[in-house]
T-cell receptor, first 112, second 118 residues
Framework: DQQVKQNSPSLSVQEGRISILNCDYTNSMFDYFLWYKKYPAEGPTFLISISSIKDKNEDGRFTVFLNKSAKHLSLHIVPSQPGDSAVYFCAASRVHGQNFVFGPGTRLSVLP | GAVVSQHPSWVICKSGTSVKIECRSL??????MFWYRQFPKQSLMLMAT?????????EQGVEKDKFLINHASLTLSTLTVTSAHPEDSSFYIC??????????????FGPGTRLTVT
């Protein structure tokens, strides 16, 4: 039973446009969410996080939105750049960041 | 800051042998380290949580006698795959957490170790 879902296995976006990656979760006890970016044969790189007390967190080109009632979060990348092409994982955890549960990932391709 | 290294980055071993993978936090002390496994085109699967000075906590379905984890210091955790079999071939990734409280929830990941068992 997947507690964290990323229903789009892949996404293609034109350079300069907005990329929107979605993530849904089923466990209402999750209160901390993160997005990671991963290149092939490398470890994931932390991008941005959000706690359940917020509904938006912004860091440069990256913005994460959290809709607790819908158990949904999204990552917006604006403007998208070719270097953003990677697999993006959504992760969730309960109190104090224990035992993150990762989604299956979405492969983003930014086309020049 | 918050750099995590893994060694080796790639290893091939024969069936029946054991392999040790090291995970080091280079510029911070990590009270908690995590070991993940990633199968091709799949997500990261948490194998175990390792706290310095105590026994690791293994996730359901992970054999603790096969995947030995030692977290002897605040900067080093090791994963030993014992009596390796071809089905153990995978990408193993460790991560380290700065600490509890504040904004220290983020996990910083190592670059991963590709294990191939022949």
């Amino acid at each position: 039973d997947q507690q964290v879902k990323q229903n789009s296995p892949s996404l293609s976006v034109q350079e300069g446009r907005i990329s929107i990656l979605n993530c849904d979760y089923t466990n209402s006890m999750f209160d901390y969410f993160l997005w990671y970016k991963k290149y092939p044969a490398e470890g994931p790189t932390f991008l941005i996080s959000i706690s359940s007390i917020k509904d938006k967190n912004e860091d440069g080109r990256f913005t994460v939105f959290l809709n607790k009632s819908a158990k949904h979060l999204s990552l917006h990348i604006v403007p998208s750049q070719p270097g953003d092409s990677a697999v993006y994982f959504c992760a969730a955890s309960r109190v104090h960041g224990q035992n993150f549960v990762f989604g299956p990932g979405t492969r983003l391709s930014v086309l020049p | 800051g918050a750099v995590v290294s893994q060694h080796p980055s790639w290893v091939i071993c024969k069936s029946g042998t054991s392999v040790k993978i090291e995970c080091r936090s280079l510029d911070f002390q990590a009270t908690t380290m995590f070991w993940y496994r990633q199968f091709p085109k799949q997500s990261l699967m948490l194998m175990a949580t390792s706290n310095e000075g105590s026994k690791a906590t293994y996730e359901q379905g992970v054999e603790k006698d096969k995947f030995l984890i030692n977290h002897a210091s605040l900067t080093l955790s090791t994963l030993t795959v014992t009596s390796a079999h071809p089905e153990d071939s995978s990408f193993y990734i460790c991560s380290a957490r700065l600490g509890l409280g504040g904004s220290s929830y983020e996990q910083y990941f190592g670059p991963g170790t590709r294990l191939t068992v022949t």
